[in-house]
């Protein structure tokens, strides 16, 4: 489809592990972000891609977590060493040149840290 | 920086109603604000937006009303339907790259 693509759906793991989601944007999408909502709550920034310019990674909320993305293409997520409190869902939402674009969300990855 | 109010966190509306929902923002530079809706295991999905230059948007049963002296708009739905059922988020940014969200609407229609 032309959507924002994103994998696993659903993750299980045990704490400690390392985990890696995966987000396909929408071709031509210049602007690529994540976010993690936990149940019940609202959407949390985590870091942001523009084309070939340094990515804002203020959002990251421990060292624990990092993001690539190549180009203007895929981008990954990783956690390492997971702990409970990293269970949530993580969306990824892609937009053209970001001045004022709709952001165009995947259907996230939900995360459960046993 | 921004800060971005959401009310109410829940709303419930007899099926046919209308039902509004309204949001606060701290910072007069911000310029564009969206509407977003996430049914259950999904993404958020834009509905509408507003952006500064006007004070209202209308599409089909759904309006966004903008009152920059006040810092507030609204997202308005009339004539509600089951399918309207959902969590509805709003948003505000100053034309770069953040969107700045409020915590959420949970719109429940009671048939």
């Known amino acids: 489809g032309a959507g924002v693509s994103q994998s696993p759906s659903n993750k299980v793991t045990e704490k400690g592990k390392d985990v890696e989601l995966r987000c396909d944007p929408i071709s031509g999408h210049t602007a690529l972000y994540w976010y993690r909502q936990r149940l019940g709550q609202g959407l949390e920034f985590l870091i942001y891609?523009?084309?070939?310019?340094?990515?804002?990674k203020s959002g990251l909320p421990s060292d624990r977590f990092s993001a690539e993305r190549t180009g203007e293409s895929v981008s990954t997520l990783t956690i390492q060493r997971t702990q409970q409190e990293d269970s949530a869902v993580y969306l990824c939402a892609s937009s053209l040149a970001p001045q004022n674009q709709p952001q165009h969300f995947g259907d996230g990855t939900r995360l459960s840290i046993l | 920086g921004e800060n971005v109010e959401q009310h109410p966190s829940t709303l419930s509306v007899q099926e046919g109603d209308s039902a509004v929902i309204k949001c606060t923002y701290s910072?007069?530079?911000?310029?564009?604000f969206p509407w977003y809706k996430q049914e259950l295991g999904k993404g958020p999905q834009l509905i509408i937006d507003?952006?500064?230059n006007v004070g209202e948007k209308k599409d089909q049963r759904i309006a966004v009303t903008l009152n920059k002296t006040a810092k507030h708009f609204s997202l308005h739905i009339t004539e509600t339907q089951p399918e309207d059922s959902a969590v509805y988020f709003c948003?505000?940014?100053?034309?770069?790259?953040?969107?700045?969200w409020g915590a959420g609407t949970k719109l429940i229609i009671k048939p």
């Open positions: 948003a505000a940014s100053q034309g770069n790259y953040q969107l700045i």
């Open positions: 910072d007069s530079a911000s310029n564009y």
């Open positions: 891609f523009q084309g070939n310019s340094a990515p804002d």
């Open positions: 507003i952006r500064s």
